[in-house]
């Protein structure tokens, strides 16, 4: 059974970092095509952050992201990562990791996914 089990996130001042650990279990690291995060602030809906084809490495980012978030990964633990820096009151949000096996052309997509972690509060203190 294929899980993806997410930790950090908590509370941090505007300007600050954190990274957000999301680990596979039931697949290695190589099972994965993709994987992304998506996050949702209250009364918003859920909206794509970043994203990595793994066979190849490219990466997305929300416009929103770009510059200031790193999606990454480590084979070797099976995990992916959100590195956030300069973080901003509006990234205030439950952060969702997420994973396929099935190759996508349009990684930025919540249907594109099948997987998905039990997500993570981020807030963020002005």
């Known amino acids: 059974q294929v899980q993806l089990v997410q930790s950090g996130g908590g509370l941090v001042q505007a300007g600050g970092s954190l990274r957000l650990p999301c680990v596979l279990s039931?697949?290695?690291?190589?099972?994965?095509?993709?994987t992304a995060w998506f996050r949702q602030a209250p009364g918003k809906e859920r909206e794509f952050v970043a994203a990595?084809?793994?066979?190849?490495?490219?990466?997305y980012y929300a416009d929103s992201a770009k510059g200031r978030f790193t999606i990454s990964g480590d084979n070797t633990k099976d995990a992916v990562y959100l590195q956030m820096n300069n973080l901003k009151e509006e990234d205030t949000a439950v952060y969702y990791c997420?994973?396929?096996?099935?190759?996508?052309?349009?990684?930025?997509?919540?249907?594109?996914?099948?997987?998905w972690g039990q997500g993570t509060q981020v807030t963020v203190s002005s």
């Open positions: 039931g697949r290695t690291f190589s099972w994965m095509y993709a």
């Open positions: 997420s994973a396929t096996a099935r190759v996508t052309n349009i990684p930025t997509i919540q249907s594109e996914y099948d997987y």
């Open positions: 990595i084809r793994w066979r190849g490495g490219t990466r």
